[in-house]
């Protein structure tokens, strides 16, 4: 499924058990044969999604379905999912989070293989010295969007 909210622009996968994917960039979309639960967690995802964009949700509902990532990188979306709504942490804080204190590079590579961003929010995640840093590699379209969502994020949570 193909979402866009402004410039940024969604791409929506999901089996039976719930979301297994957001992507920023052009991905395939999934077969027209969806099953019927697959169906209705990718309709549940772009409810909430643009209630988000909208500004009136501050967490989802919709199921998760997390098919990859080691160990220590669904330590790390796990810990992601308990920052608040509004809020900030930086790399160590998260690694600390992850029962891998020393591990902050590591936060980075694993926030980088987040397969369900916004929903596992690691646009939450800054540098220790407060600056954007390590969204979609870096890169400025990357920053720009981390930079869009927080400043969403800012301006609804008051």
């Not at 919709?62 to 992601?80: D, N």
Request: net charge positive; charged share 20%; glycine share 6%.
């Amino acid at each position: 499924m193909y979402l866009e909210f402004g410039t940024i622009k969604l791409w929506l996968r999901a089996d039976d058990e719930g979301i297994t994917h957001i992507d920023f960039i052009e991905a395939p979309l999934q077969d027209a044969k969806l099953t019927k639960m697959a169906s209705q967690h990718l309709t549940l995802a772009k409810e909430e999604l643009t209630a988000f964009f909208n500004g009136t949700i501050v967490s989802f509902t919709v199921p998760l379905h997390i098919t990859e990532g080691t160990v220590f990188q669904r330590k790390v979306w796990q810990a992601l999912q308990t920052i608040p709504y509004g809020e900030i942490r930086n790399y160590q804080e998260i690694a600390i989070l992850a029962d891998s204190p020393k591990a902050q590079r590591a936060v980075g590579q694993a926030n980088r293989k987040n397969p369900i961003p916004i929903i596992i929010p690691c646009h939450r995640v800054i540098g220790k010295n407060g600056k954007l840093v390590g969204y979609s590699g870096n890169s400025p379209e990357g920053i720009a969007i981390k930079n869009q969502l927080l400043s969403l994020e800012r301006s609804t949570h008051k």
